[in-house]
């Protein structure tokens, strides 16, 4: 019952976006007014707590995450004022005239750098615009388009979906590069299969095979790309870079070898030979070098040095009256009495090894024997409160106080002994882990305002560079800052709403409650797991809204489970991508690029059954990670 009623605002956003076709940014605070209202009245958490938890949600939506947002749809935007988006799409038509290759080329190699330059639903505009404007059946563009914007979909928008991903999960930098790690580790699997899927499903077995060594080139380059961009990089590059190496290796591939007739559909008359333009060498190269200076400058703001240096101006902001105010792992009283024992016999066994004719091992044997008078009050306390209720009264959390303190001065002296190598750092790992087992954990609540480190900063600075490079002048270059901050307005209020939901959610333990039901899958849930990314993404339109809404879940479902939160969380943006195909969001813009506004039934019946297999596929690879091969988990 409890996670039926932890799932109402998840059940709000679904019926007002199928049901009744609200706009994204009609829904997102009404789910969040209905998860402020079930936290409060439901769970019983303070309504000051509330709403700071959604205020903190409704930050960090708005920075980092936003901030990358906006920045990224103003360098596309000024490479559309500058009139240079139309010659990179007019040089990669006029490479070749076969529509099975002009697919892999605009609807997957395109379509995955605009994904990772844009995302937010413009690849499947523009790429399926695009294949219409060459002759492609509308149908086949939409839904080519559609299936091949799976594979890049995880690191859209710069990395947006793994950064709100790693957000949600309580992440700091290291967690988001073992969180990119994890995806560049499952996504791939995908990534080098969808090149020849998508041909498959255009024109048949045999028609594929024709171009097999375009399609081989094109899905390992990819993949390979996005694997080692993915681990050693970052989240931030893995489109970009995977996209303009797949469509460099295409074009060096299509300067050697070219298939022996030249497909095209059958409504085409004859062929009438590739597009051909008259932009020279230097103008094309003018054309892609905004992306290559992004690239650059996103490189660059990745290198530890830098990154650290840009940091020493970063500003952390406790959010007064949340941070710290809540706590999770609260011990049954009972449960409690059994983990004062174990302290109490682990601390004697440290004492024991310890030599007392050295001052500071006498020093830190006195301090164990503190440690065990501090449990004998603590073990009081605990025999005080009534049975299987864990409750958490001042005494206690007093109590508590007191070990956590001693606890981190022992860890000091141990620290010295260490550097001073009279005893070995692994000895005093099990009473590390007996008196973190013990303490309850407090949730810290603060906002990090990193604006000269974060990405959003690099990509605004090379949407700089790139009005320069593109003619845009400095007052041609504000009107088209000043139209995009316009027309993303409504996705700022979606964003920083659906990001608040999942805070409070997560905050009240809406989430974990749920995260307890899923648990019944037990052995099964890592299968699952993608399952949940593809009906977030289906619901919301957004991979990042779906790891922002069920990140949580996945990580505390795991927890329980006895399994790394890395594999379940990763997972939800890895299964999200098959989710793109089928929502509506995606399906509406698909029809109205290609011209086929009232087909959008059809076209969903098309991608569905693509979908459900693609996420099928993407479950195994997570089982078999999770129970054949855990060494993939990082």
Sequence with gaps: MSALVAAIPLAVIFVCLAVFKMKAHKAGPLAVASAIAIAVFVWQMPAKLAGLATLHGVAFGLFPVFYIVVTTILLYNITVKGGQFEIIRASLAGLTGDRRLQALLIAFCFGAFIEGAAGFGTPVAIAGATLVGLGFRPFYAAGVCLIANTAPVAFGAIGIPVVALAGVMGYDDAGLMKLSTMVGRQLPFISVFIPFYVIMIMVGWKKTIEVLPAIIVCGVTFAFAQWGTASYLGPYLPDVTASLLTLAALVILLKFWQPKTVWTFDHEPEFSGKESHEYTGGQVFRAWAPYL???????????????????????????????????????????????????????????????????????????????????????????????????????????????????????????ELVEAKLVDKAQFKALDKAVADQLPAQIAAKFTFNFMSAAGTAILIAAIISALICGVGIGDFFQVLSKTLFDMRWPAVTVASVVGLAFVMNASGMTTSMGMSFTKAGALFPFLSPFLGMLGVFLTGSDTSSNVLFGGLQKVTAEQLGMNPLLTGAANTSGGVMGKMISPQSIAVACAATGLVGEEGNLFRFTLKHALFLTTVMGCIVALQAYVFPWMIP
């Design 293 to 415: 200076v992004l690239t650059i400058m996103v490189l660059v703001w990745g290198i530890p040095s830098v990154k650290t240096s840009l940091d020493k101006s970063k500003v952390v902001i406790p959010v007064a009256g949340l941070d710290n105010a809540i706590v999770k792992k609260v011990s049954k009283p009972e449960d409690g009495v059994k983990k004062v024992a174990a302290v109490k016999a682990e601390a004697a066994r440290q004492a024991a090894l310890l030599v007392p004719a050295d001052a500071k091992q006498a020093a830190l044997a006195a301090g164990l024997g503190e440690l065990q008078v501090l449990e004998d009050k603590l073990i009081l306390v605990e025999q005080s409160l009534p049975a299987g209720k864990p409750v958490l009264t001042a005494e206690r959390l007093a109590a508590y106080d007191a070990v956590d303190k001693k606890q981190k001065d022992l860890q000091k002296i141990e620290k």
